[in-house]
């Protein structure tokens, strides 16, 4: 069993940037491939990036290639999303996900079994 906790969200101004965490509880943490997602107001749950077990692979939406960048820190049991050049439609609760198996570079949410609370990230125009 794994449990996940965000943190991190907040408001920014269109340009700025933001830097969510997630931290995982779990001792096989290290083996878990983690995803981040977002669901805007009256919108589904979208991708947004997926990060392999090791590090090595990351996978994005095109939405964000270029301005997000998915990390993750095995020793501390924690991924990050660091987030650039923010715009007001990444306007959404963002959550962190995470599976014991593989995922595909543009996963479905049903690929993942955990799921965070979710943390509110608003960018203002």
């Known amino acids: 069993q794994v449990q996940l906790v965000e943190s991190g969200g907040g408001l920014v101004q269109a340009g700025g940037s933001l830097r969510l965490s997630c931290a995982a509880s779990g001792r096989t943490f290290s083996t878990y491939t983690m995803g981040w997602f977002r669901q805007a107001p009256g919108k589904e749950r979208t991708f947004v990036a997926v990060i392999r077990w090791s590090g090595g692979s990351t996978y994005y939406a095109d939405s964000v290639k270029g301005r997000f960048t998915i990390s993750r820190d095995n020793a501390k049991n924690t991924v990050y999303l660091q987030m650039n050049s923010l715009k007001p439609e990444d306007t959404a609760v963002y959550y962190c996900?995470?599976?014991?198996?593989?995922?595909?570079?543009?996963?479905?949410?049903?690929?993942?079994?955990?799921w965070g609370q979710g943390t509110q990230v608003t960018v203002s125009s």
């Open positions: 996900a995470a599976t014991p198996w593989g995922a595909s570079s543009r996963p479905r949410r049903d690929e993942f079994q955990y």
